[in-house]
């Protein structure tokens, strides 16, 4: 079946759209112009602000004009993530979908849901001339996925709405109501390469298959971490004279690391040792990322690389980076209050580099945990940076509309009751509330099961029920 055939046809179409348009995060020029034809398109009041973000206007339909002004709002990038032998340009090629059961996925690569669906349902909205609502302002943010920039540098004064629907949350049984913030912790040690110790070979490593997926929502289900298991294959063996001549180890900020890939000099014997540890690997690893699969194979042979004490020192800090949930929520049972995700790992031309995210639900839990994997870098003599900090999201258990949500999902489905939560991730939310204070804010969406990973998919029932839900709402926004 193709995607254009499925219900309800008008939200996939806008997504198969909207997927055909490139929208990596920090290049979303062409999804921006898509956007502000869209609403040209349909005669509708369309802006623009500084940073990119597009903001379309529509009306109040005929007998809502006394019901508040609602901010619809998802972001515009996506992140891309493939599979290593998938030959796919993110910068040139639109997604490509097909439809497994019940899901819509992509072919080897992500399939740009997050927060693509969010994105077709706010157009499906625009474009709809049955539909009862009250004045919309459509807010496609940019740059979500790395930094959050849109919703930071917000234009100031252009929205009028007292509440906003944020389309971001995974689960269609869950409303959000608060998010972690985060920060960035980027560290970068300087080392010259030496000469290769004598009887030493050289191997390219190569450990993939894993799952991966969101660093945030998945931080809990302890999926591995290829930049962690290509350092446990390679901590402690300077008995084997083990020197990095590079690694290059996960992708994105905001992604579980799926693969991760070094060239190393070692003496022959550590071959033994490196089958023990990889197959030590595999048996840990069985349950929750049965395809791990871990590959040392020799290579032509290298002349220079880190020497062993400069390997020992970078071995020992990854070791001792924390990578994981940090500390769990002692209000709300079962949340991740503080983690922190080992993204990316670099060894090339006289730099060791990593990047990891930590989020927290409280701020100083966030500074805590990024001053703890800071600190063996530190130790090292790394150069560490800070950046990227973003406010969480607070909780409001009495929100107004929160109740018509709750209220409503319970008439629709067989009085089933909502999940009402936190999440262990960002939303744009917290920034959004910073730019407009007082707005009256809920996120929700349909299911979509790992993003940031080639992984994701999108439910097609779910897509029908949270479609219904949106319209419902949307139909019974209180009056001002």
Sequence with gaps: MNVRDL???????????????????????????????????????THTDAVGNVIIKKPATAGMEDRQTVIIQSHLDMVHQKNSDTVFDFDTQGIEMYVDGDWVRAKGTTLGADNGMGVAAIMAVLSSTDLPHPAIEA?????EETGMTGAMELEKGILKGTILLNLDTEDDDEFSIGCAGGTDTNTKYTYEDVAIVADS?????TVNGLNGGHSGVQIN????NANKLMNRLMYGCEKYNLQIISVNGGSLRNAIPRESFATIAVNPAYLAEFEKRAQDLKAEYAIHDADLNIQIEATTQADKGMSLT?????????YACHNGVFRYSRAIEGLVETSSSLARVIVKDGEFITQSLQRSSVESGKYDV???????????????VHQGDYPGWSPNPTSPILDVLVAKYKELFDNEEP???????????????????????????????????PDERCGIQSTVKFWKFLKEILANVPKF
């Excluded at 807010?139 to 740059?143: A, N, Q, Y």
């Excluded at 070979?201 to 490593?205: F, P, R, V």
């Excluded at 959004?432 to 007082?438: H, N, V, W």
């Design 419 to 453: 999940k009402v939560m936190a999440i262990h991730a960002g939303l744009e939310c917290g920034l959004l509330g910073e730019r407009y204070p007082g707005l009256d804010m809920i996120s929700f969406g349909p299911t979509i099961k790992g993003a940031h990973s």
């Design 201 to 205: 070979q050289t191997y390219n490593i």
């Design 310 to 318: 400069d390997t020992k020192k970078v071995t020992t800090a990854l």
């Design 221 to 224: 289900e302890e999926l591995g």
């Design 370 to 384: 990024a001053y703890t994997v800071a600190a063996p870098f530190h130790l090292i003599g790394c150069e560490v």
């Design 7 to 45: 219900e309800p046809k008008v939200v996939w179409n806008h997504f198969a759209d909207l997927n055909a348009v490139p929208r990596p995060s920090k290049k979303e020029e062409r999804v921006i112009k898509f956007m502000q034809d869209f609403g040209a398109s349909l005669g509708l009041e």
């Design 139 to 143: 807010l496609f943010t940019i740059d």
